[in-house]
Structure formats: structure tokens, C-alpha cells
């Protein structure tokens, strides 16, 4: 009975939206040295991974089948690969840089380890498991908004037949409208789809600080703040990856000159940046729900007792 209060005040209050955004680019700002002490050996391993598996390598030519059937399986074949190691080295460094944000646990002068473990596998499956939910969610609403305005178009088509006595518009000619539906709608199969898994990404902050929080709990405790976390994750992630995703072309686009080391060395070190950004919102989503939930089962004692 006291749980269910408690939750209930938690859904309640309401999370700072801009608070939690300038308090996540504060904290980067304000910890260089810890960015430096945590993020050089992530920094060089992603950098080494994208020049060997060929991130910034220019995209082939797929237009043509035959080029396409050679080129595809073998480009993501070496893509997955690097995702599950890129996964890897992420996983590990942001299990450290959740226990600093939320624990502070980094005293000064001293290293702080990176390991791999069993938390950092913990942390690796639950970060797996949400992409996977991520993508189900935004394929089902790109492809329910699609549906949804091709049964427009049908029956609107249906209603001018009727209306006229015409044959109406073919359903051949409506593939490009179609297509541009699609595209329209991936913003908004985005934003679903990140509401759904930012809610459940609260179990990732509570693995790496040794806490018993499951995808269930996670999902109770964010009740009512999902859209402040969409909103919030969105102003913070987005502008670093339209960094990383212009530096990426950049890259690409200076292959086989001097500069392409540079620009993959600094692509490398935004996405980096990326990471431990959103490792630093969820970070602060998870403490100020935290202190809100202490508050309410503090009233709640104190109004039992009175």
C-alpha cells in the first residue's frame, strides 16, 4: 500500500526539462578532467575500430544489383561486428561515468578503472535489449502511419468514384506519395519510439550503480515524466549528433587525403561525447526521481505518524 502511494507522488512531480538539460552540459563542462581520465582509452579504441572496420570509408556504389549483391553482405557483415564492439567499449565506459555522476565516484588523483564484468555485461544485454525495442517501435509506427494514409487515399478514392462515376486515381501513382508519407513519419516514429525506451533506459543508471532495478520498476518510476524525458533526451543527444553525423561526411568526404585522420579522430571523439551526454541525462533522470521518491516516502512517514 505505502508503494503504490509513493509511486503515485512520484508520477506527481514533474521533471525540469531545461534543469535537467543545462545540468548535463553543466556537469560535461565541469569535469574536463574526468572526461580526459575516463574517456582516452574508449576515445582511442573507437577511433581504432572505425578506421579498421572502415566507418568513414566512402559508401559504395550500390545502385546497380550486381554491384549491390557483392558489396552489401560483406559492408554489413563488418558494420555489425563493429557495433557489438563499439556496444562493448560504450557499455563499459558508461557504467563508469554513471557511478561519477550519480555516486561521484572518482576521487581526485586517483584512476578510475574500466572492467569488464558482470555488471558491464548486465548493462550491455538491458542496452541491446532497448535498441531492439527501439527499432520495433519506430518500424511499427512508420509503417502504421504509412498503412493509415494509404487507407485514406483508397477510401478517398472510393468516395470520388462514387461521386463521379470516374475510374479515380490508380493506386499505381500513389507509391510516391506513399513514400513521402513515410518519410514524414519517421520523425514522429522517433519520437514514440524514443518516449517507449527512455523510460525503460532507467534500468541502465541502476545497473551500473548496484542497484535491484528491473525494466518494470524502471517503467512505474518514470510514470508521468515520459514526454519531459523525450523532450529533455532529444535537446541534449540531438545537436551532438548532427555533429557527429556532419563530421562523419566530412570524414568520408576527405578520404585518401592528409585531413582524414584528423576528421576521424575528432568524428570519433563526438561520438564519444554523445555517449556519455546521454549517459549524463539518464544519469540525472535517475537522481532527481530518486530524491522525488525519498520526498514522498518522507511526507508519507511523517503523514502516517501524524
Do not use: C
Not at 104 to 117: L, N, S, W, Y
Not at 152 to 172: E, K, R, Y
Not at 235 to 241: C, N
Amino acid at each position: 500500500m505505502t508503494q503504490i502511494s509513493s509511486d503515485s507522488r512520484v508520477a506527481a512531480a514533474k521533471l525540469p526539462v531545461w534543469g535537467t538539460v543545462t545540468g548535463s552540459y553543466r556537469f560535461l563542462a565541469a569535469h574536463p578532467r574526468d572526461l580526459a581520465r575516463i574517456g582516452w582509452l574508449p576515445l582511442l579504441a573507437l577511433f581504432v575500430l572505425n578506421l579498421v572496420f572502415g566507418t568513414f570509408d566512402p559508401v559504395p556504389d550500390v545502385s546497380h544489383p550486381e554491384t549491390a549483391m557483392i558489396s552489401i553482405g560483406p559492408m554489413m557483415g563488418k558494420a555489425l561486428v563493429n557495433l557489438l564492439i563499439q556496444s562493448a567499449v560504450a557499455a563499459m565506459t558508461l557504467v563508469v561515468w554513471h557511478r561519477l555522476v550519480i555516486l561521484g565516484d572518482a576521487a581526485p588523483g586517483r584512476r578510475i578503472a574500466m572492467t569488464v564484468g558482470l555488471r558491464e555485461l548486465r548493462y550491455l544485454a538491458s542496452w541491446m535489449l532497448i535498441s531492439v525495442v527501439f527499432l520495433i517501435m519506430w518500424t511499427v509506427v512508420t509503417t502504421a502511419i504509412v498503412f493509415a494514409a494509404f487507407l485514406a487515399m483508397v477510401a478517398t478514392q472510393g468516395a470520388m468514384m462514387l461521386a463521379s462515376g470516374g475510374t479515380g486515381m490508380a493506386l499505381g501513382g500513389q507509391d510516391e506519395v506513399l513514400t513521402l508519407v513515410g518519410w514524414l513519419g519517421m520523425p514522429v516514429a522517433i519520437v514514440v519510439a524514443i518516449y517507449f525506451t527512455i523510460r525503460l533506459s532507467l534500468v541502465l543508471p541502476a545497473t551500473a550503480t548496484g542497484k535491484n532495478a528491473g525494466f518494470g520498476r524502471a517503467w512505474s518510476v518514470s510514470t508521468g515524466n515520459g514526454l519531459r524525458m523525450a523532450i529533455a533526451s532529444l535537446i541534449v543527444m540531438t545537436p551532438l549528433q548532427l555533429a557527429v553525423m556532419g563530421l562523419t561526411e566530412a570524414t568520408r568526404a576527405m578520404s585518401g587525403s592528409w585531413p582524414f585522420y584528423p576528421l576521424a579522430f575528432l568524428a570519433s571523439l563526438g561520438f564519444l561525447l554523445f555517449i556519455l551526454a546521454t549517459g549524463t541525462v539518464l544519469s540525472l533522470f535517475s537522481l532527481e526521481l530518486d530524491n522525488t521518491r525519498a520526498d514522498a516516502r518522507i511526507e508519507e512517514t511523517a503523514g502516517g505518524d501524524a
